[in-house]
């Protein structure tokens, strides 16, 4: 569908609906078409869970090592 850049303004509503329905709809300025109007594909496939089994987190994950917290803060740091 080409329509004019005015009749879009107009009517803006109506085709970003058409364009969600799958409708390619071209504008154009001065019968020159500039842009369109498409449809966004949903493009987020987040799947949660995907690495369950294949990593191991050992038991001493967050145990806090002295030597080198002491290398950071110096000797004597808790």
């Known amino acids: 569908m080409d329509i ?3 009749e879009a ?3 803006l509503s109506e085709y970003v609906e ?3 329905q799958g409708q390619e709809i071209t504008l154009h300025k001065n019968n020159v078409p ?3 109007l498409v ?3 949903a493009t ?3 799947q949660f869970g995907l690495l369950r089994g294949k990593a191991i987190i050992p038991d001493d994950f967050d145990h806090y090592d002295q030597e080198i917290i002491d ?3 110096g000797a ?3």
Request: hydrophobic share 30%.
């Open 34 to 36: 500039v842009c369109k």
């Open 18 to 20: 058409k364009a969600r």
């Open 71 to 73: 290398m950071f803060y």
């Open 76 to 78: 004597n740091s808790e």
């Open 4 to 6: 004019s850049i005015s």
């Open 39 to 41: 449809k966004i594909e």
């Open 44 to 46: 987020t496939n987040k």
């Open 9 to 11: 303004k107009a009517k």
